[in-house]
Each structure stands twice: as structure tokens, then as C-alpha cells.
């Protein structure tokens, strides 16, 4: 069970990057997981006091698409004349960033339609509380790719060849693996060179080189698009660091 003090510091940064970013009329993409799901929240508050209007939204997963069918927010696909030209602003949450904004996702499962909405935005915002703050990508949080299930073991050895060590995400009540929205599995992946974890790891050029992997369809690396990062901090405060 998630801690209080957790649950207030995601809270508070879900509610401050709406209330500071959220505009009436904006086509707002809406993350997932545990933290993002507080600012689809403040999102469908806002829109029934009435005090945010004409929001198209994306939801980036089936979870997210049930909280805005219950919170009355209209939502669509990034295909419909609504989102064709893409999304104003994306809010998504992430299991680590570093002092460079760079970040690890894909806890959720969601990686690829997250990454999908957060390149496919003019502006981009990610809520954490301090815990995710990391000074090295991967040390703590494994690296999520996505893979298609017929690849896994070749990706596999690709991966244990440049150092990595690879789990397979098993599913929780469910037997076997984590199986993706679209169909995919997941490997978990932490890097280990010259015997120390996710030491010399570079995050942005590591987005790229997973991708070239032969059954790879998207990794958990987000280097490329950079946030602005609200961070809950356990005083109550709200910090803002800015776009790099």
C-alpha cells in the first residue's frame, strides 16, 4: 500500500502542474500511472467546477481512458480530426529523472503510447515526488523495452552481449508474463559495466541504440523530448525545474 506521505507529495505535484500549465481549450495528452492519475484527476475537478473548457484529451492507456470516461473528460485518438495536429501539452508521471530531465518510464507498462504523446506535444511536463530524483538513469529503476514476443530471446542476447542483465516482466495475478495494451512483452533491463551498475550508461544515446535492436518496438529511455519536472517535495513545496 502506498504511504500518506507519498500519496500527498504525488498529489500536490499533479494539482500544481495543471493548475499552472492547463489552459481552456487545450488538446492535453494524460499520462499514466500512480502519479499522472492525479492530474487526470485535477483535470476532471477543474472541468466540472467549470472552470476549464473544450479539453480534448489522449489518454495514454486503457486505465487512464476509464478514470476520464468517469471524471467526464472527452478524450480521443491522436488519428481523429480532434488531436490530427497534434497535442498542446502531455502530463505524464516517471520512475526516475536525472539532473538533466532526462528520464526512465514504462513502469506502468505504457512506454510506447507515453512516448508517442510526449514527442507528439508542444510542451511536456512530468509530475514526481522527490524519491524518483536520481544523479544516474538506471542505478535504481530498470530500464522497461518493449519487445514482440516472438524476438524475446534474440533481444535477449543482444542485450546480455553489451552488458545488460535482462528479466522478463512476469505479470502480477496472472500466470506469466506482462502482456502490453498492444500486444508486447516487457524486459526489465539494468545495465552492468566494468563491474559497476548503470555507471557510464548514456541515457540519450542508449534511447537511440535500443530502438536498433531487430524486435525492439520501444524502450523506457525519454532523453530526446526534455520536460519541465514539478517535484513534491516532503515540506509540502512544490519545486518547478525547467526544461533543459
Do not use: W
Not at 2 to 31: C, F, P, Q, T, Y
Not at 229 to 237: E, K, L, P, Q, W
Amino acid at each position: 500500500m502506498e504511504h500518506d506521505s507519498i500519496k500527498l507529495m504525488k498529489e500536490a505535484a499533479g494539482k500544481a502542474a495543471v493548475d499552472n500549465m492547463v489552459k481552456s481549450g487545450m488538446k492535453l495528452g494524460l499520462g499514466t500511472g500512480s502519479t499522472a492519475i492525479h492530474a487526470v484527476r485535477r483535470v476532471g475537478e477543474l472541468i466540472t467546477q467549470g472552470a476549464l473548457r473544450d479539453i480534448c484529451a489522449f489518454a495514454t492507456s486503457f486505465q487512464t481512458e476509464i478514470e476520464c470516461e468517469k471524471l467526464n473528460i472527452p478524450y480521443f485518438s491522436l488519428n481523429s480530426k480532434e488531436l490530427s495536429s497534434g497535442l498542446d501539452l502531455t502530463i505524464d508521471g516517471a520512475d526516475e529523472v536525472d539532473p538533466h530531465n532526462c528520464l526512465i518510464k514504462g513502469g506502468g507498462g505504457a512506454l510506447l503510447i507515453e512516448k508517442i504523446a510526449a514527442y507528439a506535444s508542444s510542451e511536456y511536463v512530468i509530475t514526481v515526488d522527490e524519491s524518483k530524483l536520481t544523479q544516474q538513469l538506471g542505478t535504481g529503476f530498470p530500464v522497461p523495452i518493449e519487445v514482440i514476443p516472438a524476438a524475446r530471446m534474440q533481444v535477449t542476447r543482444v542485450l546480455e552481449k553489451i552488458g545488460a542483465n535482462v528479466i522478463l516482466r512476469e505479470a502480477i495475478k496472472k500466470a506469466g508474463p506482462v502482456i502490453t495494451e498492444h500486444g508486447n512483452i516487457i524486459l526489465d533491463v539494468r545495465f552492468v559495466l566494468n563491474g559497476s551498475q548503470s555507471e557510464h550508461i548514456n541515457p540519450s544515446l542508449m534511447e537511440t541504440e535500443l530502438n536498433q535492436i531487430p524486435g525492439v518496438v520501444e524502450n523506457g529511455f525519454f532523453c530526446v523530448k526534455k520536460p519541465s519536472v514539478y517535484i513534491a517535495r516532503s515540506d509540502g513545496t512544490v519545486e518547478t525545474r525547467p526544461a533543459s
